[in-house]
């Protein structure tokens, strides 16, 4: 058997997406293999200028699915929009859904993108890999992709995530992109709310990430006289933010929804807790060892409770590592067995 993989272009290790990681894992899990595979790099990126876009993202790329074509058993397209040379190649294919794009969650260029491609996607898959149950969900409803031609297969979080023995700190970690999505700014309405308590008046509360609304959070910052007690970073290496989970005493999710929601595996491998709202759409399969809660001041009424409570931290922590650690580990057993279904 031999795959193709069409990707996204290899990030930097310092701004590296949740497609990104995904797109590396797979990669990695061909390579340590006995699969016989070849990369194809795909980005739609102005960056570089139109003729690297032109030539470096869409002829080079669509040359090589041609010449291919015949040579492969297997495209496996690892992003949504990864899947647009599909009509151009006679193999089977493969695609990865992360999770189903809503209307204004992006800029509207790109939302012309995604749904191209899964236009594209629909009429040319022959299987589709969900990352959690709810992206098939949200596929079969809002897509209406057949049930039977999706697998549900949820990979691990980073090997590179794990409990050190870095020294807790009073700190509370918001990590993502700064994006309507993720709702940093209900996290520092948590924070204030947390600030409001005597017992955790001395917290700190770090920012990190970057996005379209980084200018708003910090206007919110400022709007609050937070600037004392909030520090916003970005741009920082996996070591680093591994460093960064472990410093923390916590870590809100405040995000409306996620395909997956990696960031909560990657906290608690650290043994970092993390708390989400009950009504946010996201795969109760990574939740299973977070904290539910219903409003913003429920969420610092329960990061009071932890926090001031050295057994609950600890139960959260262990009851973390532990999932954390489990999660994912059949990923290749299962990708290989959509990919013998299909030969």
């Not at 509360?205 to 206007?219: L, N, S």
């Not at 990574?286 to 409003?295: E, K, L, Q, R, S």
């Given at each position: 058997m031999k795959v193709?993989?069409?990707?996204?272009?290899?990030?930097?290790?310092?701004?590296?997406?949740?497609?990104g990681y995904y797109a590396d894992y797979i990669e990695a899990l061909l390579r340590d293999s006995n699969i016989e595979y070849e990369t194809i790099h795909f980005e739609v990126n102005l960056t570089k200028g139109i003729k690297s876009l032109f030539l470096d993202n869409m002829v080079y790329p669509f040359l090589r699915v041609c010449r291919a074509s015949k040579k492969v058993d297997i495209v496996h397209a690892t992003a949504e929009h990864c899947s647009v040379f599909f009509p151009f190649t006679r193999s089977k294919k493969v695609l990865t859904f992360h999770h189903v794009v809503k209307p204004t969650e992006t800029h509207r260029t790109w939302d012309l993108i995604w749904h191209f491609s899964v236009f594209i996607a629909k009429h040319f898959a022959d299987e589709f890999i969900a990352i959690s149950n709810q992206t098939k969900e949200d596929m079969i409803k809002s897509l209406k992709i057949q049930s039977e031609k999706i697998t549900v297969i949820t990979h691990p979080p980073k090997l590179s995530m794990y409990k050190s023995d870095v020294v807790k700190e009073d700190l509370v970690l918001f990590i993502g992109t700064l994006c309507e999505r993720k709702r940093p700014g209900l996290a520092i309405d948590v924070f204030r709310h947390m600030l409001e308590n005597d017992e955790l008046k001395n917290y700190r509360?770090?920012?990190?990430?970057?996005?379209?609304?980084?200018?708003?959070?910090?206007?919110y910052i400022r709007k609050y006289g937070l600037e004392e007690s909030v520090d916003m970073i970005s741009n920082i290496s996996e070591e680093e933010i591994c460093h960064l989970y472990n410093r923390s005493k916590i870590l809100l999710n405040t995000s409306s929804l996620e395909g997956l929601g990696i960031t909560t595996l990657e906290s608690q491998k650290c043994g970092t807790p993390v708390l989400y709202f009950r009504d946010a759409d996201m795969p109760q399969e990574?939740?299973?060892?977070?904290?539910?809660?219903?409003?913003?001041?429920?969420?610092?009424?329960?990061?009071?409770r932890i926090l001031t409570n050295e057994k609950e931290t600890e139960r959260l922590a262990r009851a973390g590592i532990d999932y954390a650690e489990s999660f994912g580990e059949d990923y290749f057993k299962e990708m290989e067995k959509v990919y013998r279904k299909l030969l």
């Open positions: 193709q993989l069409i990707r996204s272009a290899a990030e930097k290790e310092d701004n590296q997406s949740g497609i509360m770090i920012i990190c990430g970057d996005g379209p609304i980084r200018q708003d959070v910090e206007e990574i939740m299973v060892a977070a904290v539910p809660c219903d409003n913003a001041e429920d969420m610092a009424n329960q990061a009071l």
